[in-house]
């Protein structure tokens, strides 16, 4: 989705912004531009394409000046173009605008603008803004954007450039995620944290419709009521280092390899001899008749790990659900219910509207987020933070496993506090899982050359199917979303048990299966599954920690390490994350940023 970096201090803004600009990449654009204040005037370079297109125009420190505004954009209202492109000017060049979001009565604004006499120089929303900001403007940049934050719906995070006002500008966020970076003599806003982290480690979250007024000197927020209101800057722990890929030839490929070190921080302070002990968190499992979860894509296929595992050992009832289905089904919720929204990004639109649906229900709700002071963790109950550190690939790797990570200590959590396990069950489960980190770190050691060759084997396939069952099912939903979104190869997963029902019938003659058999009750099951699809043809790579049981019916084996078939998941997504990362690499896709996807999607 959109990024915006904003700076005022006393350096050049346009490499700040190119800077902070690159560090948005990973969100997902498809063009790029900066607007810069120099005197009475703002001057805006654009272009569709990637940041270098930019950077070309710009040639490092033009516009010049030492306040501004930047933007990579990724198309909703009108296709990528130089003319869609953020920032964009109002008709008199006295305010330029940069916008993540949308605006959902953007039909209903245009006609009234164009009732006034205003013509439109793009098919965006957001030049709407920066027209309905030279429309009310009075002499007071506060009124002029609480007249226009009144005027407008829907999502937004915005940054504002005025003409005349020398080195001040002005931001505000609904429903879209913004931070304000505070530095010596030069303040920033960003859509995230590391975009700024060489700058500075100091940051306001503002929030809802707060507006904040930068200047070198410092950042003032006014609420709602036009009141000053003083906000505490935290200190984030991340580094400019986190951020930065470290030798590997992509950030996916890194973070792969950040796993242990991530689950790791996940647990191992949450596990004490005593016990599990989730923070300052209060829950008791006993309370809660239901668990509904609420996610998107990897996140919700954690939540599918998360129900095997918590209705295994819980004995709680857990419905899991995409979040833009839950948003609109009315679902069934109470005070006796749990709600889990699990998110890395924390500013997911379709999971923070779970999110306030829930609430609306009058259920509780525990966000599992990883981004600390995102949206859904500060709209949550309770916060789980996964502690993954920052993930820049656009394909999760460590946000995933550190979310089944964090769903295993609240199912033992719960476990324990609803009786459904022994003492001693429970601390053994509990050592268990506390040694999944250096376990974790020795296989993507072992695994990582076995994956780059069937990768070289299978690269060309055009269409993939992961089968298994149980939790080996779960994993398969997350191993086939890996490949295709990395190497564009057709990819779906199926409950072994249901190819019968229809999907048998795609089975050709070198179909690649992966078929998962971690899970020894269900091993044998899944096996007659493999055997049907080899009888017709298909290539089959077994994912198993018992090779000797499937490997004569398959043709490749991923071997597992032996685990306790609980936490099986977290090896196999290793496994898989490899394997789709090594196709990508051969069949040559952007893997970082696959076409089409956005990192964090803020908008429904
Ligand atoms: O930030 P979130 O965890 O809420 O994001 C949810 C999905 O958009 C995300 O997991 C997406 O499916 C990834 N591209 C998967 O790799």
């Known amino acids: 989705m959109c990024g915006i970096v904003g700076y005022t201090g006393k350096k050049q803004a346009t490499p700040i912004l190119l800077d902070g600009l690159g560090r948005l990449e990973y969100r997902g654009y498809d063009s790029s531009g900066v607007a810069v204040a120099s005197g009475d005037e703002i001057q805006i370079v654009k272009a ?28 909703t209202h009108g296709g990528p173009s130089d003319e869609n492109a953020h920032p964009h000017f109002s008709r008199d060049k006295s305010f330029a605008v940069v916008h993540n979001g949308i605006i959902e009565n953007y039909l209903e604004l245009r006609a009234f603008l164009s009732e006034r006499g205003f013509t439109f120089r793009s098919e965006t929303d957001t030049e ?11 002499g007071d940049m506060l009124d002029t954007i609480i007249k226009v934050r009144n005027k407008i719906k829907g ?18 966020r609904k429903d879209s995620p913004l931070v304000l970076g505070v530095g010596d003599d030069e303040n920033f806003i960003a859509s995230d944290i590391p975009a700024v982290l060489p700058y500075t480690r100091k940051f306001i979250i503002p929030d809802e419709k707060e507006i904040a007024v930068l200047t070198p000197n410092g950042i003032t927020v006014f609420n709602t009521n036009k009141e000053k209101i ?18 590997y030839p992509h950030f996916m490929l890194k973070e792969i390899f950040e796993q242990p070190g991530a689950v790791k921080k996940t647990v191992h302070d949450r596990i004490t001899p005593d016990g599990i002990r989730l923070d ?5 499992g006993k309370d809660f008749r239901k668990i509904c979860v609420a996610a998107c894509g990897s996140a919700y296929h954690a939540g599918v790990v998360g129900k095997y595992f918590i209705e295994k050992f819980a004995r709680i009832e857990v419905e899991t659900d995409l979040a833009s289905e839950f948003r609109y089904r009315n679902p069934i919720l109470g005070s006796d219910c749990l709600t889990v929204i699990i998110s890395q990004s924390g500013e997911t639109a379709d999971s923070l509207a779970a999110l306030r649906e829930a609430k609306r229900h009058g259920s509780r709700v525990l966000a599992i987020v990883n981004v600390v002071d995102s949206s859904i963790a500060r709209e949550a109950d309770d916060v789980l933070y996964t502690r993954a550190g920052p993930e820049i690939a656009v394909a999760t790797t460590k946000g995933y496993t550190t979310q089944v990570a964090t769903l295993c200590l609240l199912g033992l959590k719960f476990a324990h506090d609803c009786g459904t396990i022994s003492h001693d069950e429970y601390l053994s489960l509990t050592r268990e899982l506390k040694a999944v980190p250096d376990l974790l770190g020795k296989y993507i050691d072992e695994v990582n050359g076995k994956a780059q060759y069937l990768a070289g084997k299978y690269y060309p396939a055009s269409d993939a199917y992961f089968i298994g069952r149980g939790y080996d099912w779960a994993a398969a939903l997350e191993g086939a979303l890996k490949l295709k979104e990395i190497s564009y190869i057709h990819a779906e997963a199926y409950a072994a048990g249901e190819l019968k029902h229809g999907t048998i019938s795609l089975i050709e003659k070198n179909s690649l299966v992966i078929g998962i058999a971690a899970e020894p009750e269900l091993r044998e099951k899944t096996l007659s599954n493999i055997k049907e699809v080899r009888s017709r043809g298909a290539a089959v790579i077994g994912v198993t920690d018992a090779p000797q ?56």
């Open 230 to 247: 003083e906000k505490t800057p935290i200190v984030s722990d991340l580094s400019a280092a986190d951020a930065e890929k470290d030798g």
């Open 549 to 604: 049981t499937i490997a004569a019916e398959c043709d490749d084996i991923l071997e597992l390490p032996e685990t306790n078939s609980a936490f099986s998941p977290l090896f196999t997504a290793a496994a898989l994350q490899l394997f789709a990362y090594y196709v990508a690499a051969a069949r040559g896709g952007d893997i970082d940023k696959p076409r089409n996807l956005a990192k964090s999607v803020t908008v429904e």
């Open 48 to 75: 569709k394409g990637r940041l270098f297109e930019l950077e070309k125009l710009t040639e490092g420190v033009n516009p010049a000046g030492t306040t501004g505004i930047g933007h990579t954009r990724w198309a």
């Open 128 to 138: 709407l803004i920066s027209l309905l900001l030279e429309y009310y403007y009075g």
């Open 155 to 172: 999502s937004y995070a915005l940054g504002i450039l005025h003409a005349g006002d020398g080195d001040t500008f002005y931001a505000l």
């Open 280 to 284: 300052r968190i209060k829950l008791n």
